[in-house]
């Protein structure tokens, strides 16, 4: 009985500080690409479409939500449209958009729009504003406060913009 109360209690304090979608769901939820504007705590398993906000892990083919906090896990995308908390793994592309997001994008095709702080690891690693670490083949930031280790390493506003296999910003 305890433990009902508890779960309760905790999809409560879930709910009430989501607020951004109309419905929450819980905990586990298919989509088969629909878009919806939920919240979704838990599992998410998806085979496409988009939804508001993911706290846990979403796994599946194609994985798209506005913000992020968890594990993303899909074999062919991961995108987030705002900001991530978490780590984004796929076999394909990862995209986190506007907001400022922490953690860690492997996949072939990493891209980062914003501020970037975490890792990167894949064959192409591009952001805009990073403190961390990108390898890769091609690595690519407009201003890095981190490490690059790949063949082509690019840092836009730094004295030394390009250095194969090691490039250090400040």
């Known amino acids: 009985m305890k433990k009902v109360l508890v779960g309760c209690m905790l999809a409560l304090v879930f709910a009430f500080g989501a607020g951004a979608a109309e419905e929450v769901r819980w905990p586990v939820w298919f989509s ?3 878009d919806r504007d939920i919240d979704i705590i838990g599992l998410r398993m998806s085979a496409g479409g988009r939804c508001e906000q993911v706290t846990g ?3 599946g083919l194609i994985g798209r939500s506005r913000y992020f906090n968890g594990i993303q896990f899909n074999l062919c995308r991961c995108e987030v449209e705002d900001a991530l908390a978490g780590w984004q793994i796929s076999l394909g592309y990862n995209s986190v958009g506007m907001g400022h997001s922490v953690g860690l994008q492997v ?4 891209e980062a729009e914003t501020t970037f702080d975490g890792f990167q690891v894949g064959l192409v690693n591009l952001t805009s504003y990073a403190r961390g670490f990108q390898v890769g083949l091609i690595n690519r930031a407009d201003d890095l406060h981190g490490f690059q280790v790949g063949l082509v390493n690019v840092i836009r506003n730094s004295t030394v913009q390009f250095c194969p296999i090691v490039n250090i910003g400040f």
């Open 107 to 110: 996949g072939l095709w990493n």
């Open 32 to 34: 088969w690409g629909d």
């Open 57 to 59: 892990i979403d796994l």
